[in-house]
């Protein structure tokens, strides 16, 4: 098939694969102007869809916004910092200025402190090598921060485009698509407008009449628990809603399972309340430590679940950190399933996660 290019994004056209750039159907190719799927839903939709690339692909299109003048504003996932974080983003966006917006707030506990939470992402930010100009809680689904969010972003473009940039089931386009809803009368200002060379993949939603904001494809994130299981699993570790703290009071030698996922072992610090938040519906299991391998092996699947029976071969071997914790009050982060707090005074815990997700420790932010 000779190489088609689409009018809206500049993506090369494709009939395969719906969740990738320039898809579309076979009977979109007949017409005189051929767009793409994703480009066509904003035309006559306003709305986005995510699409993803490989790491490969994804590195050479995000790199062009080296050459650019633009804000980049950069969304992750709260609950997810490793399994959504963009790695060498500061390399692929030059000398761009860059937002951090931290989506999902609304599944926080109330008692979270907001500061801390962005000193966190700031931090964490920092310590991948990305230096950001502010740091900012939105939710997507339900509105909240969208205001200063807004006013930020007019702030730091200054007049410039905005490149938004993400990892898969980030939010991306559930953000998007508040944003175009919320700027009435630029609904019909919204044209998908293809100029060779500069927004290969990109779709552009125009800001005014000199500047867009591109939305730009998502990459998969291989520290992301959401590649390790089904579908259902993932309705069963996603919160649905504001997460409620379940309280563990343990000795020494016990063990809490979350699902089969995740294991946290108290090896030593005397009897302590430890403080859990993970998804309502997270099934968090306690048994003693010298029972802990045994029980696994045989309950993997039913008493320890997720995954369910089917999805057992997704999850990869668990893998554990051994964690020393002085005196402050910390949390221990099993990226995209919760985190444990471990109250004052020292301890010592081993955490177990699938192979790939990283588990970190943090100030505590409640
Ligand atoms: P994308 O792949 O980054 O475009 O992500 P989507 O916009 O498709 O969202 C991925 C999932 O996260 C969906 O199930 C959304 O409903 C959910 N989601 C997105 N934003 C929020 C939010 O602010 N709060 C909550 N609780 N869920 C969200």
Not at 89 to 95: A, C, H, V
Request: proline share 5%.
């Amino acid at each position: 098939m000779e190489e088609i290019i689409c009018q809206g994004c500049g993506a090369s056209i494709q009939t395969k694969n719906e969740g990738e750039p320039g898809f579309a159907p076979k009977s979109a190719l007949d017409k005189e102007i051929v767009i793409c799927k994703r480009c066509f839903r904003l035309k006559h939709y306003n709305e986005v869809q995510d699409v993803s690339l490989t790491d490969d692909d994804f590195l050479k299109m995000i790199s062009q916004i080296r050459n650019t003048n633009a804000l980049v504003v950069q969304i992750v996932d709260i609950f997810d910092f490793s399994g959504s974080f963009i790695n060498s983003l500061q390399r692929l966006t030059g000398n761009n200025p860059i937002l951090l917006v931290g989506n999902k707030v609304d599944l926080l506990p109330k008692s979270t402190n907001h500061n801390k939470v962005k000193q966190w992402l700031k931090k964490s930010a920092k310590d991948e090598g990305l230096t950001v100009q502010d740091v900012l809680l939105v939710s997507a689904v339900k509105g909240r921060g969208f205001e200063g969010f807004e006013q930020a972003v007019e702030e730091y473009r200054n007049g410039r485009d905005v490149y938004i940039v993400g990892s898969t089931n980030v939010g991306k386009s559930t953000l998007i698509n508040r944003l175009i809803n919320r700027s009435t009368g630029v609904n019909d200002a919204i044209t998908t407008s293809y100029f060779p060379g500069t927004t290969l993949g990109f779709i552009d939603i125009p800001l005014d009449e000199d500047s867009s904001l591109f939305d730009t494809p998502g990459v998969i994130n291989r520290k992301q628990m959401a590649h390790y299981m089904s579908d259902e699993d993932l309705k069963v570790i996603t919160p649905g809603k504001e997460i409620k703290p379940r309280v563990f009071q343990l000795n020494e030698g016990q063990t809490l399972y979350f699902g089969g996922l995740a294991r946290f072992d108290f090896k030593k610090g005397g009897r302590k309340a430890f403080v859990c938040y993970f998804a309502n519906q997270l099934n968090i299991h306690r048994t003693k430590l010298e029972n802990a391998d045994d029980l696994y092996q045989r309950h993997l699947g039913d008493l320890l679940n997720p995954p369910n029976p089917a999805s057992i071969d997704l999850l990869p071997e668990l893998e554990s950190k051994t964690i020393k914790i002085k005196e402050e009050k910390t949390d221990v982060v099993i990226p995209g399933l919760g985190w444990v707090t471990v109250p004052e005074g020292e301890a010592t815990v081993t955490v177990f996660s699938p192979k790939g997700v990283t588990i970190s420790v943090r100030p505590s932010l409640i």
